[in-house]
Nanobody
Framework: QVRLVESGGGLVQAGDSLRLSCAASGRTSGSYAMGWFRQAPGKEREFVAAINWSGSTTNYADSVKGRFTISRDSAKNTVYLQMNSLKSEDTAVYYC????????????????WGQGTQVTVSS
């Protein structure tokens, strides 16, 4: 089992930046791809960004390309999501997820999920 705990969410103004963190514990010795997803009120959960196990490959949703950056520190078992130029439409609960196998944008690819952290962007 892998436990994921997100942190770093909060209330910011449009144009501000935030950095989310996702700390993994438990069976972290495996090679996991990691992803960030988000869910806005009344909407389905959607893909935001993903990074492969080595950190050499990343993937982003079109809506965040050029503004968000995913990275990982394997020594700390932590994945980050740097969010710049935030917009009101980025308001959502952000979830971290870990995949034992495939790296990608589909929720079904991920085996473990965190509890989420709220990001609210005021315009």
């Amino acid at each position: 089992q892998v436990r994921l705990v997100e942190s770093g969410g909060g209330l910011v103004q449009a144009g501000d930046s935030l950095r989310l963190s996702c700390a993994a514990s438990g069976r972290t010795s495996g090679s996991y791809a990691m992803g960030w997803f988000r869910q806005a009120p009344g909407k389905e959960r959607e893909f935001v960004a993903a990074i492969n196990w080595s950190g050499s490959t990343t993937n982003y949703a079109d809506s965040v390309k050029g503004r968000f950056t995913i990275s990982r520190d394997s020594a700390k078992n932590t994945v980050y999501l740097q969010m710049n130029s935030l917009k009101s439409e980025d308001t959502a609960v952000y979830y971290c997820a870990a995949s034992q196998g495939r790296f990608g944008s589909f929720m079904s690819s991920y085996d473990y999920w965190g509890q989420g952290t709220q990001v609210t962007v005021s315009s």
